[in-house]
Antibody
Framework: QVQLQESGPGLLKASETLSLTCTVSGGSINPYYWSWIRQPPGKGLEWIGYVYYSGTTNYNPSLESRVTMSVDLSKNQFSLKLHSVTAADTAIYYC?????????WGQGTLVTVSS | QSVLTQSPSASGTPGQRVTISCTGSRSNIESNSVNWYQHLPGTAPKLLIHSNHQRPSGVPDRFSGSKSGTSASLAISGLQSDDEADYYCVAWDDSQNGPVFGGGTKVTVL
């Protein structure tokens, strides 16, 4: 079982870019899929997208135009960028291992977007 | 609005059996396997069931999953106070080419 830890700014202004990093410990990024999932306040979970260790990505169609994911094998990290954020992007953001079979998760980090 | 439909809430007394349903369509549940997650607010979601009915190591056999057609179910038998949580179903969707979540079911132990 690997450990995942999200990091990044917790407060953004509307129109800025959300940038989060997930650090993987206790195991290698290789050869897995790594996902980002979020939960807006009072709402359910939403898959944002995944990045394969090779760098291949797949994004939720509803967010695809604003999302970029990448992986850094040397640091055992993967990252999320969400551009042009609005208040609707306020959520707890989780990183997880897997493409839809998420067997390990981070604790989550709250990102608040102020208008 | 979630692609997979779950009842918002379910409840039972200690020891009872509670069943949570998850309804989808041909492009997700009927064509692909279903996973279930338990989520307590403020914590990381936990994989409870994968591949429709398989339990990861460490998950009690009080939790069981099943699937038929475009629907799936999670059953919790011998309900305990620790089972109070939100439960989510997830399936791969061929139309969206990605996983889709249910809206979640909040289980309350009375």
């Amino acid at each position: 079982q690997v450990q995942l830890q999200e990091s990044g700014p917790g407060l953004l202004k509307a129109s800025e870019t959300l940038s989060l990093t997930c650090t993987v410990s206790g195991g290698s990024i290789n050869p897995y899929y790594w996902s980002w999932i979020r939960q807006p306040p009072g709402k359910g979970l939403e898959w944002i997208g995944y990045v394969y260790y090779s760098g291949t990505t797949n994004y939720n169609p509803s967010l695809e135009s604003r999302v970029t994911m990448s992986v850094d094998l040397s640091k055992n990290q993967f990252s999320l960028k969400l551009h042009s954020v609005t208040a609707a992007d306020t959520a707890i953001y989780y990183c997880a291992r897997g493409s839809y079979f998420f067997d390990d998760w981070g604790q989550g980090t709250l990102v608040t977007v102020s208008s | 609005q979630s692609v997979l439909t779950q009842s918002p809430s379910a409840s039972g007394t200690p020891g009872q059996r509670v069943t949570i349903s998850c309804t989808g369509s041909r492009s997700n549940i009927e064509s692909n396997s279903v996973n279930w997650y338990q989520h307590l607010p403020g914590t990381a979601p936990k994989l409870l069931i994968h591949s429709n009915h398989q339990r990861p190591s460490g998950v009690p056999d009080r939790f069981s999953g099943s699937k038929s057609g475009t629907s799936a179910s999670l059953a919790i038998s011998g309900l305990q106070s620790d089972d109070e949580a939100d439960y989510y179903c997830v399936a791969w969707d061929d139309s969206q080419n990605g996983p889709v979540f249910g809206g979640g079911t909040k289980v309350t132990v009375l």
